[in-house]
C-alpha cells in the first residue's frame, strides 16, 4: 500500500522541474553527477563539484515512495558517471511509526538497487537532523530523521555504495540539528550547504581514487 495515500500538492511543481532537468542534462552532458532528491538538493546551488557538472534533479516536497519511479528515466536520459542521493526528509514528519519507516526504508532499498543495477556508483547522503525553535521545526519528528538516516548508511553501505553522513555531521549529541544549520528547521543554511558540498567533493575524489586502484 501506499506510504501517502493522499493528494499531491508538488504534482505541477514537479512537472516543472522535469522539464528543467531535462535541460540540465543537456547542458551538463554524459559523465555528469547527477544530483536526486528533495528540497534540499533542489536548493543546491552549486552547478559543478570537481570536474563534475552537476545535474540538479532535486523535487521540493518529495517523498522517497514519489522519487523512486523517476530514478531509473534519470539514469537513462542522464547517463551520469556518478550519482548522489539525498531523500528521506519528507518522509520523515511528525506522527510517523515504526511501520511506516519501516516501508520507508524497504523503499529506499528498491531505489538503491536501480543505481546498482544500472552500473552507476552512487553517493548517499542523510537526510538532517532537525534544528529546534524554528519555523518548520514542529512538522518534523527528530527521532524520525535519526532512524531514517541511520539506515541510509545501513542500507547503502550493504550494496556497496558510498555514504556521507550529514545528518551526524549537523547533529549535536542530543540529536537535534546544531545552531544555524538550517534556515528554518530543516532546509540547510548557507554554511551547512558548503559543508555538504565540501564533504561530497572528498567523497568523490575518494571513490575516484579507489577505482584507479582497483
Not at 28 to 50: C, Q
Not at 71 to 88: D, F, I, M, S, Y
Not at 161 to 173: E, N, Q, R, W, Y
Amino acid at each position: 500500500m501506499p506510504v501517502n495515500a493522499q493528494p499531491n500538492p508538488f504534482a505541477s511543481h514537479w512537472l516543472i522541474r522535469d522539464i528543467v532537468i531535462g535541460s540540465h542534462i543537456g547542458v551538463a552532458g554524459p559523465e555528469s553527477l547527477l544530483f536526486i532528491g528533495d528540497s534540499i538538493v533542489e536548493g543546491f546551488y552549486w552547478n559543478s563539484v570537481g570536474s563534475h557538472a552537476v545535474v540538479n534533479a532535486g523535487y521540493s516536497g518529495i517523498w522517497t515512495e514519489a522519487l523512486e519511479p523517476k530514478v531509473e528515466r534519470l539514469l537513462t536520459v542522464a547517463k551520469p558517471r556518478l550519482a548522489a542521493l539525498l531523500v528521506g526528509t519528507n518522509d520523515a514528519k511528525q506522527g510517523r511509526g515504526e511501520e511506516y519507516l519501516a516501508t520507508v526504508a524497504t523503499l529506499y532499498e528498491k531505489t538503491v538497487r536501480l543505481f546498482s543495477a544500472s552500473g552507476v556508483r552512487l553517493i548517499a547522503i542523510t537526510p538532517p537532523p532537525v534544528e529546534q525553535g524554528k519555523r518548520l521545526t514542529g512538522y518534523y519528528s527528530g527521532e524520525a530523521m535519526h532512524a531514517l538516516a541511520r539506515e541510509v548508511v545501513q542500507i547503502a553501505t550493504h550494496h556497496g555504495h558510498g555514504v556521507i553522513d550529514l545528518h551526524g555531521a549537523l547533529s549535536t549529541p542530543d540529536r537535534n540539528a546544531k545552531a544555524g544549520a538550517t534556515i528554518d528547521g530543516i532546509h540547510l543554511s548557507p554554511p551547512a550547504y558548503r559543508l555538504m558540498r565540501d564533504m561530497l567533493e572528498r567523497k568523490i575524489a575518494e571513490m575516484d581514487t579507489e577505482g584507479k586502484q582497483a
